[in-house]
């Protein structure tokens, strides 16, 4: 008697384990890839877009990068992350 309960608590578990499964690869294929791919896909074009921004305003605008004025920014931000993460 006890291994008749036993057996059907064991097949009663391994298809919850299945349902579960199929019911994760099934949100995952419906929703999680599609939304990854968009979110890509947009990166890619903002990226795209920025470039040729970028390209525009030094090429043909004529701007220049102030590369001191960077690296005293970057410096600085430096600083205050240290002191915002100092234990």
Known sequence: MYELIDSLIFYICWTTV???CYS?????FKYFIPVTVFIF???Y????L???R???LLRVEGHEI??????????????VTALAFEL
């Not at 994760?24 to 995952?28: D, E, I, K």
Request: no cysteine; proline share 0%; hydrophobic share 50%.
């Open 41 to 43: 896909k947009a990166g």
């Open 24 to 28: 994760v690869a099934h949100y995952q």
């Open 18 to 20: 299945f349902a579960l």
């Open 66 to 79: 102030n590369w001191q004025g960077l690296k005293e920014d970057f410096a600085s931000l430096m600083n």
């Open 45 to 48: 074009a903002l990226t795209l």
């Open 54 to 56: 970028l390209y525009y």
């Open 50 to 52: 920025l470039s040729i």
